[in-house]
């Protein structure tokens, strides 16, 4: 038995577009001013602000939580590709699970945390892979249901938003510093 989790179509096209976006964006203003002669003016810093911090963060946010899951026989392996980090561990290894259901704004979805001995936490959600409920019946099968927090990665991705808007700022000066 090999399970590899198997991404949706649409979350890879949302991540097609929401990634590109705010760059084509922030690109066509930036070249438009350069080809002018002109610096970014102060009322346009908080809009191509927003733009370009949004791009930042969806890439960031992207290249930290994008994962592939792998699951043989008595193992599970959790792959970030674009991290290059790998976690490998035996199913007995996965301490606790917890399901959530959560609203969205077209539709409810379901997100299922785990926790490995070691302390990581990891979560899929239903929206993520095709085969979600697949996925989540070995590891359930293979775990007690405890509690874990839903919360457990907002201390990096509030990171990552400070991270993007250091970026932002940096772009921004930069840009009004070379013109």
Same mark, same amino acid.
């Given at each position: 038995?090999?399970?590899?989790?198997?991404?949706?179509?649409?979350?890879?096209?949302?991540?097609?577009?929401?990634?590109?976006?705010?760059?084509?964006?922030?690109?066509?203003?930036?070249?438009?001013?350069?080809?002018?002669?002109?610096?970014?003016? *102060?009322?346009?810093?908080?809009?191509?602000?927003? !733009?370009?911090?949004?791009?930042?963060?969806?890439?960031? /946010?992207?290249?930290?939580?994008?994962?592939?899951?792998?699951?043989?026989?008595? &193992? @599970?392996? @959790?792959?970030?590709?674009? &991290?290059? =980090?790998?976690? /490998?561990?035996?199913?007995?290894?996965?301490?606790?699970?917890? *399901?959530?259901?959560?609203?969205? =704004?077209?539709?409810?979805?379901?997100? !299922?945390?785990?926790?490995?001995?070691?302390?990581?936490?990891?979560?899929?959600?239903?929206?993520?892979?095709?085969?979600?409920?697949?996925?989540?019946?070995?590891?359930? /099968?293979?775990? =007690?249901?405890?509690?874990?927090? =839903?919360?457990?990665?907002? *201390?990096?991705?509030?990171?990552?938003?400070? @991270? /993007?808007?250091?970026?932002?700022?940096?772009?921004?000066?930069?840009?009004?510093?070379?013109?």
């Amino acid at each position: 038995m090999k399970i590899r989790s198997i991404p949706h179509i649409w979350f890879i096209l949302a991540g097609l577009i929401i990634i590109p976006g705010p760059f084509y964006l922030t690109f066509g203003v930036l070249s438009k001013l350069y080809q002018t002669g002109e610096t970014i003016p *102060r009322e346009g810093y908080f809009p191509l602000g927003i !733009f370009s911090t949004l791009g930042f963060w969806a890439l960031l /946010s992207g290249i930290y939580l994008v994962k592939i899951i792998i699951i043989s026989n008595d &193992r @599970i392996k @959790i792959i970030f590709p674009l &991290r290059l =980090k790998q976690y /490998s561990y035996k199913l007995s290894e996965i301490v606790k699970c917890y *399901r959530y259901k959560n609203p969205g =704004k077209f539709k409810n979805y379901e997100s !299922f945390h785990f926790q490995t001995n070691d302390d990581n936490i990891f979560m899929i959600s239903d929206f993520e892979y095709w085969n979600y409920k697949k996925i989540k019946s070995i590891i359930e /099968s293979n775990s =007690k249901i405890d509690l874990i927090s =839903k919360y457990h990665n907002i *201390r990096v991705v509030l990171i990552l938003l400070m @991270i /993007s808007v250091l970026l932002t700022i940096g772009l921004i000066t930069i840009f009004n510093i070379s013109i």
